[in-house]
C-alpha cells in the first residue's frame, strides 16, 4: 500500500507564502507524475500543479509564475511553494501520484490553504 500525506496548510494573509510538503511512504512503485490538486468550498477538485519524470512541470494558468512545484526523490517528498497567495486560493490541497498516465492512482488525505483578505 502507498500514503501520501500532505502537511504544510493553514492561514496566511493575502500576499504571503505558503510551502505544501507531500510525504510518501509504503511500497515502492514507478511513479511517472506526481502532483497537486485543489477543492475550494463548494466547487469541484481542480488541477494545480505536476511533476512528471524526470522534471518536466506543469501549472494550472491562475497559478503560473506565484506556485513552484518540486520534488526530492532521495527523501519522496514532493513540495508545492506557494507565494503572493489570493482568497481565490483558499482550498483543500490534495496531492497524487500517476503510475502511467491518465491514472490518478494514489491521493492524500488534503491539507486546508485559507486565504484571508
Known amino acids: 500500500q502507498v500514503q501520501l500525506v500532505e502537511s504544510g496548510g493553514g492561514l496566511v494573509q493575502a500576499g504571503g507564502s505558503l510551502r505544501l510538503s507531500c510525504a510518501v511512504s509504503?511500497?515502492?512503485?514507478?511513479?511517472?507524475?506526481m502532483g497537486w490538486f485543489r477543492q475550494p468550498p463548494g466547487k469541484e477538485r481542480a488541477f494545480v500543479a505536476a511533476?512528471?519524470?524526470?522534471?518536466?512541470?506543469s501549472y494550472a494558468d491562475s497559478v503560473k509564475g506565484r506556485f513552484t512545484i518540486d520534488r526530492d526523490g532521495a527523501k519522496n517528498m514532493m513540495y508545492l511553494q506557494m507565494n503572493n497567495l489570493k482568497p481565490e486560493d483558499t482550498a483543500v490541497y490534495y496531492c497524487?501520484?500517476?503510475?502511467?498516465?491518465?491514472?490518478?492512482?494514489?491521493w492524500g488525505q488534503g491539507t486546508q490553504v485559507t486565504v484571508s483578505s
Open positions: 497524487y501520484a500517476q503510475t502511467q498516465p491518465g491514472n490518478y492512482d494514489y
Open positions: 509504503g511500497r515502492t512503485f514507478s511513479s511517472y507524475a
Open positions: 511533476i512528471a519524470w524526470p522534471s518536466r512541470t
